[in-house]
């Protein structure tokens, strides 16, 4: 198997019996390089692309190159066996996403394609830090996530748990991973180890893919770290040096296309993983401890709205889907805010039992509806403010708590309590970044 | 008047004749301070407030201090009269909000009350800068502006800059003063001066308030720098080294509470005004310099929405708002995806007329549809990827082009034109900020 090579590379590799997944070294003037051949997606049909020991690929001109063959990649039969004797140390569930994605040669756009399994294979030194035990649960891009296959991956998480995993990888799509990571995080009270949402911003056959280092720290993290909570694991920043593991309710996807897009909003990261030694340093005491068992209820009612509030929105444009929802997630801009044409519409939706939340747009920092008379009027109107908790994971809370409470109250007690970690009351300077200004 | 002051530390005032307003000298132990006495409303009665010159307020215990009046606030008649005289070479536009605002007695809460000629008093180094002509247009907070409000803001600067001022202040809510700044922008095809919007988030009568800072800079940069935009002035860092002016198009309150909420998203500042200086300090060159005229077009239509996607989001809850609406900005996810089930809704949507925009709710980076199948699917149903531009600069445009367009291929042409600079194509790495990990 030659994928992606063409014309004269590919009769040199096939001449030397190399073939994909071998392990090779290339000699080229003074630079020699070892690592695992890695499918060609580069237009240059002279380009020869190596995934290295430390985990970056690396593209080569193989003009002028010599190849030698190291050792042959294991057969399929070979990695089967091995799969079945692991002890499972480590459980990876893949559920799709860029991380376990390859470009589609005809329309050149990224489709999931890779098992977890054949990643292992480009990452053999993943093996070294923990025993895998690999599963497909879906293969869908995460922009296609639904609550129902949040509850199918929870189950799969408990079940992993239960039969003894020391953690929980999931492999997940990065556009709505945050969503997902809330919506495990509040369906466990109680978890025996680590959860581990892991993406990736570019895709494993092409050169800058994070896809490695990120799932080679989130076995690490999985196995090591002390804490039994979910976390959602990507680099740190936008080099290769650490991976951060941000709690999964105070985490958002902060840009399109870097590699270091996760971060945390209004509190400080979990962890960071020193992937090149091996090691988590956690960055705060007062994570979640590792639990004796794992108890889950992972149940969702999605009749919620997420109402992104901007000026010259009409309030009756809440009224046309007042019939299908049982809760509303506001989006309001700097402390929690709507117009005050808005009072009469959510004290209507209070009155017949529908839930309405605050929170802000600004993202950073908490609502607090005292401070302006309109935030005033609108408490008065029963809209309930909810602190620093992000609009994403407000939705996702409300999701959950609609399917656990038997009326508006019961809703309002399980928004306002802080179940794990979701709210933090102890802002400081350095939650917000730092600005470019030179 | 002794507005605040009360019991003892009043009578003392009044024994000395003095007022809110006048010019004193407080002299405690070894230190010694002069400025403005300032309303007090500290629970402490023995403190006393004063704003110095450098533009920071001071609350000092007043037992033990000597006081001495220096001189006598304007009377009414003498700033009215000095008003009129006025060659208003900036003129301060006052819509409301935090920066003309001071705190209800009997509630706490804050309301819109100083008029921006009481500011004046209270800040007279500002008249050292520029001759000031101040203009109450709108006593309103700005989570109730609305886009009828835009267009008489744009009236009004396009009148005072006719007049001939060289530029033109809008002291403003920060809650939507981005959205503000975006209709503005769009509304001028040609400026004269510049056009600063400028809040504050902490009140004018407590000590911590950045409104002084904030409208001296706001006052600096009017006049003195070299473009013809819309500018957001807010504090640059928490501190009060430095305000920086952002495009108006570019902007976006990013914290609930903090004096530099106001950061630039995917761009450069446009300047930094060093206010202890008196100086401006372009950041960029390639701002769009002063006009010879002022040509303006402010008309909005509000029939739009804002849809901010999340998983589980039930596509015929966007049917349901479809007879109200001629335009859709989506604030989708990543790289500017919903889920799959949304093609449908969409291409109906675009068949029967109505202009549907993607932007990402990530706020950085920017869309790019062609990656993912999902993006290829929705563009094939006729959603238009709006690069880098912030899902509520999009709406506000949106909004501007629906009321400037024939039909939905004239929308589309104005909203892909880049009028003000939305669209930014050039990206670095210091776009995104720095984050702590330690």
Chains 1, 2 share one sequence.
């Not at 040199?12 to 290339?26: A, H, M, V, Y």
């Not at 066996?81 to 569930?93: C, F, R, Y």
């Not at 999931?170 to 709505?176: F, L, P, Q, R, S």
């Not at 902060?254 to 962890?271: G, K």
Request: proline residues 3%; hydrophobic residues 35%; glycine residues 8%.
């Amino acid at each position: 198997m030659l994928e992606g090579y063409k014309g004269k590379l590919a009769s040199f590799l096939t001449s030397k019996g190399i073939e994909i997944g071998d392990k090779i070294r290339i000699k080229k003037e003074n630079i020699e390089i070892e690592g695992i051949l890695f499918p060609s997606f580069s237009r240059d049909e002279d380009i020869i692309v190596v995934k290295m020991d430390n985990g970056y690929n690396v593209g080569i001109k193989a003009s002028g190159a010599d190849l030698f063959l190291l050792s042959k990649r294991k057969s399929e039969e070979d990695r089967k066996h091995q799969s079945k004797d692991s002890k499972g140390e480590v459980k990876i569930i893949s559920t799709g996403g860029t991380i376990v994605s390859k470009v589609e040669y005809e329309t050149g756009a990224v489709r999931p394609a890779l098992s977890t399994d054949e990643i292992l294979e480009y990452l053999p030194q993943i093996k070294d830090v923990a025993d895998i035990d690999a599963e497909i649960l879906f293969t869908i891009l995460s922009e296609n996530m639904k609550p129902e296959y949040w509850t199918k991956i929870s189950e799969k998480v408990k079940e992993s748990l239960d039969k003894g995993a020391r953690g929980v990888v999931i492999a997940h799509g990065t556009d709505t991973m945050s969503y997902t990571a809330s919506a495990i995080a509040f369906s466990f009270t109680e978890l025996t180890g680590p959860v581990v949402l892991v993406g990736s911003q570019r895709s494993s056959d092409r050169p800058s893919s994070d896809s490695s280092i990120n799932l080679y720290s989130s076995v690490i993290l999985a196995k090591e770290s002390p804490f039994g909570e979910v976390a959602v694991l990507m680099h740190g920043e936008s080099s290769d040096t650490y991976t951060i593991a941000h709690r999964g309710v105070k985490v958002r996807k902060m840009h399109t296309s870097r590699r270091d897009a996760f971060q945390s909003i209004n509190d400080v990261p979990l962890a960071k993983v020193m992937w090149t030694e091996n090691e988590v340093r956690m960055m705060r005491k007062d994570f979640i401890p590792r639990g004796k068992e794992n108890k889950m209820d992972s149940k969702f009612d999605s009749r919620v709205f997420l109402l992104y509030y901007y000026p010259g929105m009409d309030p009756s444009l809440l009224e046309l889907v007042k019939d299908r929802i049982r809760g509303v997630i506001v989006a309001g801009t700097g402390l929690g805010h709507t117009s005050d044409e808005f009072e009469t519409v959510f004290k209507e939706f209070v009155k017949d039992g529908i839930f309405v939340g605050m929170t802000s747009q600004c993202l950073f920092g908490r609502v607090n509806m005292n401070v302006y008379t309109t935030g005033r009027k609108l408490l008065g109107s029963g809209v309930i403010p909810l602190g620093d908790m992000l609009p994403e994971t407000a939705l996702v809370k409300l999701m959950w708590s609609l399917a656990h409470a038997e009326d508006v109250e019961g809703v309002k007690k399980l928004m306002l309590t802080n179940m794990v970690g979701e709210f933090n009351d102890r802002h400081s300077e350095h939650l917000f970044p730092r600005w470019y200004h030179e």
